[in-house]
């Protein structure tokens, strides 16, 4: 089954508690209403039957009204108070005085029912015809002769048309007043999820590329605009990763476009001039090179794609990083050399941290790498590591070509590579700093870079050191 709409459940949630309300309310209405009636009736009845005592009078052993007829207010009362009227003798449960109307209704009382009502008098009723008669019951006691039973009543009728006429009133608005409940109920749900539907249209118009499109708030600042805003914050976070992924592409496409243009030019080369085997070998070797720079390359990528994907662990081990900067320096000692640069060092021994030997190692080889990519014939790079606080702080200073200030805040981004005319001189596709970065925010440190212009570059990490919980940057 189709489950119900929002609404329609809104709706009928209204409308079943203001139903149960009705009748809930009509319910105690009518009880109270009853009960007041009847309570009414029975006072009056006990007024009525205390002012006809006063004209009652014992006369030749048996009891009579007695009253001056020619006084209207005495006679209009007695008659009225004697429309259900009768004495009975107690003895013998003979009817002693019998009003007119109840003759004509014929209720007769048997000797016991008269012997039981002296005994006990209270209120009594019966069924006469269609109508009910409550009697008051009295007993009035003559000293010589007998006990006499008075029955002074009145008739149910008024008080059963009240409450009938009250029930069909309620039977009537209580289909009325749900019925409207329900309209209500349905303006007030269709007024409560407007905004939502508005949403849903609005949010069901943005495409992926449309990401920079947002959804309205109303400045209510409720539930609704709070979900709007939700949603709008992870639409500025899905726009960035779009727009991420889209330069990550073009960036692909180029970096693996231009070594693939040289190496089919390269083959056609080879192809159609026949070149002397020495020529073939050049080519051969030239190609091998382009090769190691597409393995590279694609490692990086996967490297980085594997870190995005959180599939890489980085282990934590403790790291002699004095030893580390150390042995790589003495490393890249030759690479120095063949390009006429100084390499110099000047590392606090012993300094240990928390992480991963491999991948710190990286994070060093691409600093000195580039420092010494980016630093012309007879330039210098001074590597210091000494101790800042609770961190290791390694830093790589060059005297090389320097970096643009408005490339520095990007140089940490995938395959940004400033100003790529003078990148083109030396090989790289922009994706080691990216990498360096990634790995020191693992190992919870920080990565700056500062430039001036043809002034040289300097790079600076900081690392935790091992053992000092709660470091700060
Ligand atoms: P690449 O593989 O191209 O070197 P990186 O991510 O390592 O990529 O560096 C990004 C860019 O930052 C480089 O292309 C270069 O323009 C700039 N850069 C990095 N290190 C230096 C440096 N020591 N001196 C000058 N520019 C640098």
């Given at each position: 089954m189709k489950p119900l709409s929002l609404r329609t459940q809104l709706t009928l949630v209204y409308t079943a508690i203001f139903g149960v309300l009705l009748v809930g309310l009509g319910g105690i209405l009518y009880h109270t209403l009853a009960t007041r009636l009847d309570r009414s009736l029975n006072e009056e009845l006990d007024e009525r039957a205390a002012a006809l005592r006063g004209f009652l009078t014992l006369r030749d052993g048996t009891l009579q009204l007695v009253f001056n007829e020619n006084d209207p207010e005495q006679a209009h009362f007695v008659h009225d108070a004697t429309r259900f009227y009768q004495i009975f003798d107690?003895?013998?449960?003979?009817?002693v005085v019998q009003s007119r109307e109840i003759e004509l209704l014929g209720v007769r009382l048997s000797p016991d029912e008269v012997r039981q009502l002296a005994r006990d008098p209270d209120f009594s009723e019966i069924q006469a015809h269609n109508t009910r008669i409550r009697f008051h019951n009295a007993v009035i006691r003559d000293n010589s002769a007998a006990d006499f039973l008075v029955q002074v009543g009145a008739s149910l009728q008024p008080v059963e048309d009240a409450l009938h006429q009250f029930l069909g009133t309620m039977l009537l608005l209580i289909p009325v007043g749900a019925l409207l409940a329900a309209l209500c109920g349905w303006w007030m749900a269709r007024r409560a999820i407007r905004p939502v539907d508005v949403l849903a249209r609005a949010t069901r118009e943005i495409e992926i590329s449309g990401l920079h499109r947002r959804l309205p708030t109303r400045?209510?600042?409720?539930e609704i605009d709070r979900l709007s805003e939700a949603f709008n914050e992870t639409l500025a976070k899905l726009q960035a990763s779009v727009e991420q992924m889209k330069q990550f592409t073009a960036a692909i496409s180029h970096e693996l476009r231009t070594p693939l243009t040289a190496l089919r030019g390269q083959a056609e080369v080879a192809l159609f001039e026949l070149p002397s085997p020495e020529e073939y070998r050049r080519i051969l070797a030239d190609q091998l090179e382009e090769f190691d720079k597409l393995t590279r390359m694609i490692n990086h990528l996967l490297i980085l794609a594997r870190a995005d994907a959180g599939e890489i662990q980085i282990s934590h081990g403790s790291v002699n990083l004095s030893e580390l900067v150390n042995s790589l320096v003495e490393q890249m000692e030759p690479v120095a050399v063949s390009e006429n640069v100084e390499l110099k060092i000047a590392a606090e021994n012993d300094l240990v941290v928390e992480g991963d030997p491999d991948w710190l190692e990286r994070v060093v080889l691409n600093l000195l790498d580039n420092a010494v990519k980016f630093t012309p014939a007879s330039g210098r790079v001074v590597v210091s590591l000494g101790r800042e606080n609770r961190f290791a702080r390694l830093e790589v200073q060059d005297t090389g070509i320097g970096i643009p200030a408005d490339s520095l805040p990007h140089?940490?981004?995938?395959?940004y590579r400033a100003d790529p005319s003078r990148s083109r001189l030396v090989e790289g596709a922009g994706l080691g700093l990216s990498l360096v970065k990634w790995i020191v925010e693992q190992h919870h440190g920080r990565v700056t870079a500062e430039s001036a212009m043809s002034g040289g570059t300097c790079f600076t990490v900081w690392i935790p050191l091992a053992g000092r919980s709660g470091n700060t940057l």
């Amino acid at each position: 089954m189709k489950p119900l709409s929002l609404r329609t459940q809104l709706t009928l949630v209204y409308t079943a508690i203001f139903g149960v309300l009705l009748v809930g309310l009509g319910g105690i209405l009518y009880h109270t209403l009853a009960t007041r009636l009847d309570r009414s009736l029975n006072e009056e009845l006990d007024e009525r039957a205390a002012a006809l005592r006063g004209f009652l009078t014992l006369r030749d052993g048996t009891l009579q009204l007695v009253f001056n007829e020619n006084d209207p207010e005495q006679a209009h009362f007695v008659h009225d108070a004697t429309r259900f009227y009768q004495i009975f003798d107690v003895a013998t449960g003979e009817v002693v005085v019998q009003s007119r109307e109840i003759e004509l209704l014929g209720v007769r009382l048997s000797p016991d029912e008269v012997r039981q009502l002296a005994r006990d008098p209270d209120f009594s009723e019966i069924q006469a015809h269609n109508t009910r008669i409550r009697f008051h019951n009295a007993v009035i006691r003559d000293n010589s002769a007998a006990d006499f039973l008075v029955q002074v009543g009145a008739s149910l009728q008024p008080v059963e048309d009240a409450l009938h006429q009250f029930l069909g009133t309620m039977l009537l608005l209580i289909p009325v007043g749900a019925l409207l409940a329900a309209l209500c109920g349905w303006w007030m749900a269709r007024r409560a999820i407007r905004p939502v539907d508005v949403l849903a249209r609005a949010t069901r118009e943005i495409e992926i590329s449309g990401l920079h499109r947002r959804l309205p708030t109303r400045g209510a600042g409720d539930e609704i605009d709070r979900l709007s805003e939700a949603f709008n914050e992870t639409l500025a976070k899905l726009q960035a990763s779009v727009e991420q992924m889209k330069q990550f592409t073009a960036a692909i496409s180029h970096e693996l476009r231009t070594p693939l243009t040289a190496l089919r030019g390269q083959a056609e080369v080879a192809l159609f001039e026949l070149p002397s085997p020495e020529e073939y070998r050049r080519i051969l070797a030239d190609q091998l090179e382009e090769f190691d720079k597409l393995t590279r390359m694609i490692n990086h990528l996967l490297i980085l794609a594997r870190a995005d994907a959180g599939e890489i662990q980085i282990s934590h081990g403790s790291v002699n990083l004095s030893e580390l900067v150390n042995s790589l320096v003495e490393q890249m000692e030759p690479v120095a050399v063949s390009e006429n640069v100084e390499l110099k060092i000047a590392a606090e021994n012993d300094l240990v941290v928390e992480g991963d030997p491999d991948w710190l190692e990286r994070v060093v080889l691409n600093l000195l790498d580039n420092a010494v990519k980016f630093t012309p014939a007879s330039g210098r790079v001074v590597v210091s590591l000494g101790r800042e606080n609770r961190f290791a702080r390694l830093e790589v200073q060059d005297t090389g070509i320097g970096i643009p200030a408005d490339s520095l805040p990007h140089i940490f981004d995938r395959f940004y590579r400033a100003d790529p005319s003078r990148s083109r001189l030396v090989e790289g596709a922009g994706l080691g700093l990216s990498l360096v970065k990634w790995i020191v925010e693992q190992h919870h440190g920080r990565v700056t870079a500062e430039s001036a212009m043809s002034g040289g570059t300097c790079f600076t990490v900081w690392i935790p050191l091992a053992g000092r919980s709660g470091n700060t940057l």
